[in-house]
């Protein structure tokens, strides 16, 4: 709920924290994959706790010290719904910013496309964390095999990190759907008139452009609603690339957000009722 409560620091209590439960990936999962069988078990140790593994999620991602194209799997206390995170373009950050807070743990254990290990990541606070840790006495083994990897990974450091994990996840696609044309084609149209209304702090506007939980928010806290959705929103952008897969469209953005400089967005829309919605912006700092 990071993401969730930095946000929301002008909401009331009740809107802060329903908007939190919406934009944090439902935990009801509890460790499961779509087909009933467990993400992932095993314990995970650090200098400042522990925790029980049950969730794992698998994307292709920068890998090792010469960020080779990969194989990341997050570990994690809670599991994951790989139906809402396989939508995103950049997944880590998603996860990182939406998903893991004071209560949720993640750990990255990264591999090569063919399952060798490579290292890992972790940062649960001052002290205790590491950018990519990379120890020969680890033991591991992965097995790449019909999009998914299955795998196990142990190791035991009393001034470090001591973990005993196996996971057995899918490997999240590359494919976002059909290339939408320059404009962002009906979906782009869409996020144009959002900004547009946003930027003119126009409710009335604004409505059509939002699903209809989020109507209900601009409905009963219509100012710091609105707030809100600016402080993931450019000053200006330009539309790069869009991609669209049945009800769902993909946008991604690049722009300029005073006082932050250049900003980098994904955005993500549906269609509901035959015509589109912004359903979530996540704005990240830089250059794509």
Known sequence: MKRSLILSGLLTPALGLALSLTLLIPALAQGKSASGKPQA????SSKTGEFDVVGAYAFPGKTGMDDAPGIRVAVSN???VSDILDHYWDREHFIDTNFADDETAVVYFQFSPQGKYLGMSYYFGSGDGC???FDPDV???AKVSGGRIAGHVQHKDPEGATFDVTFDVPVASTDYGSALPAGGGEPGKAYSAFHQALTAGNAAALKPLLGEERQGFLRDQ?????????????DSYKLTRGFVSGDHALLLVSGEKSPLGNVHT??????EG??????????????E
């Open 222 to 234: 219509e100012e710091p609603f609105i707030a809100f959705l600016r402080d993931s929103h450019p």
């Open 41 to 44: 078990s095993g314990t995970f």
């Open 139 to 141: 033991v591991a083994s």
């Open 274 to 287: 035959g015509h589109w919605v912004v359903d979530d912006e996540i704005l990240q700092l830089g250059d």
């Open 266 to 271: 994904e955005v993500h829309l549906l269609r």
């Open 131 to 133: 950018g990519l840790c």
């Open 78 to 80: 809670v599991g994951f």
